[in-house]
């Protein structure tokens, strides 16, 4: 039930951009992001509903598309504060209470 | 934005005791909390389900009596780790779900280090 996430970890330098991908084999019903940094708690970025992209976050956006049950986050012109790990979190159609499962994280790094 | 609060940080005790961790949320009620545990470099492993007034739900494979949780209010939950041993060493995160519309986001606290010796 463990959602996919790719890659494992990237290399950034400040400005570039980068992708990551979550894709699960159970149809959705909403999609979370979070970044974690090391020793902290994970923190929301944002949430995606049915067919919602949404802009939010530094400049950091995200997509969904329901059909695939996959999701992507975009980050855009990358600053060094965007080094952490990336987790996406699953809430599966039906299930009670918001429970989420989360994919093993991309790891990102931003150089200067 | 919405704050949980998670104490203690950080915890050292001897095999054999057992550990409460609190878990609050400060600036909203949340009806459902979420106990998770990290290993290092890994990800989120749900522990179980905790929702006010009434039993936890546990995921497959956690012992239940190992890990008891209360939900006691609309703003606390609590996990006691019963006769702790090496093994329960861990990174222990809640989470508190607050509810906007039909969206359930998930806030978390900051996290406890349990060190068991």
């Known amino acids: 039930q463990q959602p996919v996430q790719s890659p494992q970890a990237v290399i950034l330098r400040e400005g570039e951009d980068a992708v990551i991908n979550c894709s699960s084999s159970k149809a959705l019903y909403s999609v979370h992001w979070y970044r974690q940094k090391h020793g902290e708690a994970p923190v929301f970025l944002m949430i995606l509903l049915k067919g919602g992209e949404q802009k939010g976050h530094e400049k950091i956006s995200a997509s969904f598309n329901e059909k695939k049950q996959q999701s992507s986050l975009y980050l855009t012109a990358s600053q060094l504060s965007y080094s952490g790990t990336y987790f996406c979190?699953?809430?599966?159609?039906?299930?009670?209470?918001?429970?989420?499962?989360f994919g093993a994280g991309t790891q990102v790094v931003v150089t200067p | 934005g919405a704050v949980v609060s998670q104490h203690p940080s950080r915890v050292i005790c001897k095999s054999g005791t057992s550990v409460k961790i609190e878990c609050r949320s400060l600036d909203f009620q949340a009806t459902t909390m979420f106990w998770y545990r990290q290993f290092p470099k890994q990800s989120l492993m749900l522990m179980a389900t905790s929702n006010e007034g009434s039993k936890a739900t546990y995921e497959q494979g956690v012992e239940k009596d190992k890990f008891l949780i209360n939900h006691a209010s609309l703003t606390l939950s609590t996990l006691t780790v019963t006769s702790a041993h090496p093994e329960d060493s861990s990174f222990y995160i809640c989470?508190?779900?607050?509810?906007?519309?039909?969206?359930?986001?998930?806030?978390f606290g900051a996290g406890t280090r349990l060190s068991v010796l």
């Open positions: 979190g699953t809430e599966i159609l039906g299930n009670s209470w918001g429970k989420l499962q």
């Open positions: 989470s508190a779900r607050e509810a906007r519309g039909a969206k359930n986001i998930q806030y």
